[in-house]
């Protein structure tokens, strides 16, 4: 099973611009790993920030960007705010075994 | 719009099955690329995926749980079903199910092991 790897914690000034990544053992991700990522902060829920490598929801803020960078996914947060400060999570579908994988997450300290 | 709430005893005894059903609205589990998923989180961990299926009934099961788990649907129901089977302490875990299309996710169930 592929191992998808991400920072294990990252910190970003107030009003700043951070780069998270994610990246497969199995090589390039592209748009056909349909990159998802999620933001949880303690005690609730995971929310999904940005599906399909780019794609917002409503909820999500317009801060956050997904994009594919370096042969990475990457969540980029630009003028981050305090209440940014959360675990983040990517997702890769891998289509050979129809599989889902997370990975380890990404603790943003905002300070 | 998508809900999905997961539904099952809170406190489970060591070797006991556990059953956890999923129950969702606003979309058709017939099409796809539909596919609903259980997810745990123990506490202060990340998340693991467990296991995954999909409208055509393809199911996916992570590799050091797949003798323990059973994933299964009913679309008549609007129902995801996940057992696990020989629960442990070390299963103590929020349980989350969630919709694969856009990412929608339940609130999740506070699952504890002790005897």
């Known amino acids: 099973q592929a191992v998808v790897t991400q920072e294990p914690s990252v910190t970003v000034s107030p009003g700043g611009t951070v780069t998270l990544t994610c990246g497969s053992s199995?090589?390039?991700?592209?748009?056909?790993?349909?990159p998802y990522w999620y933001q949880q902060k303690p005690g609730q829920a995971p929310r999904t920030l940005i599906y399909d490598t780019d794609n917002k929801h409503s909820w999500t803020p317009a801060r956050f960007s997904g994009s594919l960078l370096g042969g990475r996914a990457a969540l980029t947060l630009s003028g981050a705010q305090p209440e940014d400060e959360a675990e983040y999570y990517c997702l890769l579908y891998y289509s050979g075994p129809r599989d889902l994988i997370f990975g380890g997450g990404t603790k943003l300290t905002v300070l | 719009q998508i809900t999905l709430k997961e539904s099952g005893p809170t406190l489970v005894k060591p070797t006991q099955t556990l059953t956890l059903t999923c129950s969702f609205s606003?979309?058709?589990?017939?099409?796809?690329?539909?596919?609903v998923a259980w997810i745990r989180q123990p506490p202060g961990k990340a998340l693991e995926s467990l296991a995954l299926?999909?409208?055509?009934?393809?199911?996916r099961y992570s590799p050091s749980l797949r003798n323990r788990l059973t994933i299964t649907k009913d679309t008549s129901k609007n129902q995801v079903v996940l057992t696990m089977t020989n629960m442990d302490p070390v299963d103590t875990a929020t349980y989350y199910c969630?919709?694969?299309?856009?990412?929608?996710w339940g609130q999740g169930t506070l699952v504890t092991v002790s005897s």
């Open positions: 199995t090589g390039t991700v592209t748009s056909s790993h349909y």
């Open positions: 969630l919709y694969g299309p856009g990412g929608y």
């Open positions: 606003g979309f058709s589990f017939t099409t796809s690329p539909m596919n």
């Open positions: 299926i999909y409208w055509d009934d393809h199911k």
